[in-house]
């Protein structure tokens, strides 16, 4: 079974920057190559927001149009890693942010921003942004 773990949380002014990282292994006979990676966010109070998908074969990523421009997922198959570059941010960003995998491709999902979507979700890191 796929294991996510996400690192890179914590607090920053707002106007800053922050890079999370989302670790995977235990592939089974796969590889990273063949996962798409979503990255989600749950703001106290509120629903879990799926916010861009990144395709591993390929880097192709998608982005909610909510986050287009602030955000930028990328992946680096040698360390079966994903990143979630995050710059300008504001205190509403302030969230749990969540990485999650699937085997396909994100434009073969019907709704990469969709959890119903993923199969492996990680534990989570916390994004606090200070005003």
């Known amino acids: 079974e796929v294991q996510l773990v996400e690192s890179g949380g914590g607090l920053v002014q707002a106007g800053g920057s922050l890079r999370l990282s989302c670790a995977a292994s235990g592939f089974s006979g796969f590889s990273f190559d063949d996962y798409a990676i979503g990255w989600f966010r749950q703001a106290p109070g509120k629903e879990r927001e799926g916010i861009s998908c990144v395709s591993s074969r390929d880097g192709i990523a998608h982005y909610k149009d909510s986050v287009k421009g602030q955000l930028t997922t990328f992946s680096d198959n040698a360390k079966n890693t994903a990143y979630l570059q995050m710059n300008s941010l504001k205190p509403e960003d302030t969230a749990e942010y969540f990485c999650?995998?699937?085997?396909?491709?994100?434009?073969?999902?019907?709704?990469?921003?969709?959890?119903?979507?993923?199969?492996?979700w990680g534990q989570g890191t916390q994004v606090t942004v200070l005003s």
């Open positions: 999650a995998a699937r085997r396909s491709n994100c434009y073969y999902t019907r709704d990469p921003f969709s959890f119903y979507e993923y199969d492996f």
